[in-house]
């Protein structure tokens, strides 16, 4: 496997891998990322649909990227997904899947159709005093203290941040910024997540900056993902012929590593409370996604609150990796990521509307008409001095095809789910969705008479408590994330937000199709370039033209900084001679 830079091999179609129509692939896991990787073998690779089986634990495909309910109990989404022009392995991904809404579209023609003539923006990026604008929300906020760290991180070599955390790296001058703030409500990053992850977001996204103060850079479904891009996969493998077997929980795939190659020979399944399974040969190839974001999401409703629930158990997704795991040292540490719930977790809520008023207060502090097709919010608005840091988002309405007029759909969520709220004095993770509702209502600015009955019959709310949410973001070390194919591994990959590829951002759709095509295009050799990550903070000037960006916005013309950087000038004379740091 091989990365590319250009788009020389954007549109080539790769030569079928000798022996392909003799072989077969289990896919463990029904996400995004093995449904991509079914995908892949499909357009890519050449093999026979039929011959190809995805095995997931649940009733639906999609992991993460999920949407249920109905509009009489009310709606249900564990979280929504920000996406951008730059992920290049999900757009090449999306622009060979039939759209289901737009005949002779693909899902990317429909999404860049729809991006097109309605971009992103948000009118209030954050909010605070109960209903108001944050005043300040136009500015990042960051001193030249804070400036000289980022930048500083960013240039740090990962093996020197092995296990060390956000708050190790960034000092309080960072931490009492709005860019930390618009950063962590953004991404769901906490002081005391991975120093590495973080360095990758920097350089990862450093194009992305100035869309943290209005979020002008993203980009959204025109529905929930379940049925703007889980639906339309899954609904071309299965007409292609792919197997989905649902309700088959994998307990171990089981690997021979007793010579210099890694061999998976079996995999052990859980049917119907049964032990079953199956023999794999060598020519045979298995595709596992290790660990998850939402496994063990447990659901409330308006008047019970979301349990927690931390416990692995055979069956579990993260019991099968630790079980891969304890096989060879190259399966990665699980235990690194599962280990600590009360680091990995928070909890959201989604608010379905009963009747006009909460509308209504949505259009009064957004300035925008929920119901006029168009972006809302555009993505969170924060509420800086919540106690719970909570967020909140009115997608698009409907957000599901089966909403009826008038009904409207938020997602809300808090980062700190185990501190008591500022109106409802418990913790977000002991409140029904009713007292979730009330605690967005006073932050929304509804006079503290009206919030009960307005929570009460305004509103169903359901909350979800994930113990696993941010379970990728925790602090580690080099090999702590199996490589998505092991040195010496013949037939057996890693897929989704807990396989190790470089450079890229967990806790995207990207790094989940990414690892898939990574998967498919090395195990079988495909003669075809997967895209290279994209980061323009690999480019020296760019890193430059970052720090300006910092500045909210001062800008350098290029020529000048081409011309200082061809003269030798080093990047830190630069940045001293402009302000930037």
């Not at 096989?327 to 280990?339: E, K, L, S, T, W």
């Not at 207060?361 to 119901?371: A, C, E, I, M, N």
């Not at 993770?429 to 009206?450: K, N, S, Y």
């Not at 490589?483 to 790094?511: C, H, I, M």
Request: proline share 5%; charged share 20%; glycine share 8%.
């Amino acid at each position: 496997m091989r990365y590319a830079h250009s788009n020389f091999e954007a549109f080539v179609r790769p030569e079928r891998p000798a022996g392909i129509d003799a072989r077969s692939a289990w896919i463990v896991g029904g996400g995004l990322g093995g449904m991509a990787a079914a995908a892949f073998l499909i357009r890519d690779a050449g093999m026979t649909p039929s011959r190809i089986t995805i095995l997931e634990a649940s009733d639906a495909d999609g992991g993460a990227l999920d949407g249920a309910g109905n509009a009489e109990t009310g709606w249900l989404i564990r979280g929504g997904r920000e996406m951008e022009e730059q992920f290049q392995c999900l757009w090449d991904l999306y622009r060979s899947i039939p759209s289901l809404e737009i005949p002779g579209a693909s899902v990317l023609d429909e999404f860049y159709r729809l991006n097109r003539v309605d971009p992103s923006s948000s009118p209030v990026r954050a909010m605070c005093g109960r209903g108001q604008p944050l005043p300040d929300r136009n500015s990042l906020k960051l001193t030249g203290k804070a400036r000289r760290e980022i930048i500083s991180l960013i240039l740090t070599d990962e093996e020197k941040l092995d296990g060390r955390t956000i708050g190790d790296v960034l000092s309080a001058d960072f931490m009492k910024s709005n860019f930390w703030l618009f950063w962590r409500s953004m991404f769901a990053f906490e002081t005391w997540h991975s120093a590495i992850e973080m360095k990758r977001y920097l350089a990862r996204f450093v194009h992305q900056i100035l869309g943290l103060k209005d979020l002008h850079t993203l980009k959204f479904t025109r529905f929930n993902q379940q049925e703007s891009l889980s639906l339309p996969l899954a609904t071309w493998l299965a007409g292609q012929g792919v197997v989905f077997r649902h309700g088959v929980r994998v307990t171990n795939v089981r690997v021979d590593t007793s010579g210099v190659k890694k061999v998976a020979t079996h995999i052990d399944w859980l049917e119907n409370g049964a032990a079953e399974g199956i023999a794999v040969s060598a020519e045979d190839l298995v595709f596992v996604t290790n660990g998850s974001m939402v496994e063990n999401s447990r659901w409330g409703d308006h008047h019970t609150p979301a349990p927690i629930d931390a416990t692995i158990a055979q069956g579990n997704i993260w019991q099968l990796w630790r079980n891969i795991a304890a096989q060879d040292p190259a399966f990665g540490q699980p235990d690194v990521f599962c280990g600590d719930t009360t680091k990995s977790r928070w909890e959201s809520a989604t608010v379905t509307t009963r009747d006009a008023r909460i509308p209504a207060l949505v259009h009064k502090v957004t300035g925008r008409d929920p119901f006029s097709g168009r972006t809302v919010t555009g993505g969170p608005v924060t509420i800086a001095d919540s106690a719970w840091l909570m967020s909140w988002v009115v997608s698009r309405q409907p957000h599901f095809k089966g909403q009826p007029k008038g009904q409207m759909v938020a997602w809300l969520y808090g980062l700190f789910s185990d501190v008591p709220g500022n109106y409802v004095k418990k913790p977000m993770q002991d409140c029904t969705g009713e007292e979730i509702t009330r605690e967005w209502l006073f932050h929304m600015g509804v006079p503290e008479a009206e919030i009960d009955d307005m929570a009460a019959t305004g509103a169903i709310t359901h909350p979800c408590m994930m113990p696993f949410i941010t379970a990728q973001f925790m602090p580690r070390a080099v090999g702590d994330r199996p490589k998505v194919v092991p040195d010496g591994s013949v037939n057996l990959a890693f897929l989704g937000q807990f396989a190790e590829t470089p450079r890229d951002t967990v806790f995207t759709t990207e790094y989940s199709v990414r690892t898939a095509m990574e998967a498919v295009y090395t195990l079988l050799d495909i003669n075809r370039a997967v895209p290279e990550v994209f980061g323009s903070i690999y480019d020296v000037r760019m890193l430059v033209q970052a720090a300006a960006e910092l500045r909210d916005g001062k800008k350098i013309p290029a020529s000048t900084l081409i011309r200082h950087l061809t003269d030798g000038t080093e990047v830190d004379t630069l940045l001293e001679r402009y302000g930037l740091i």
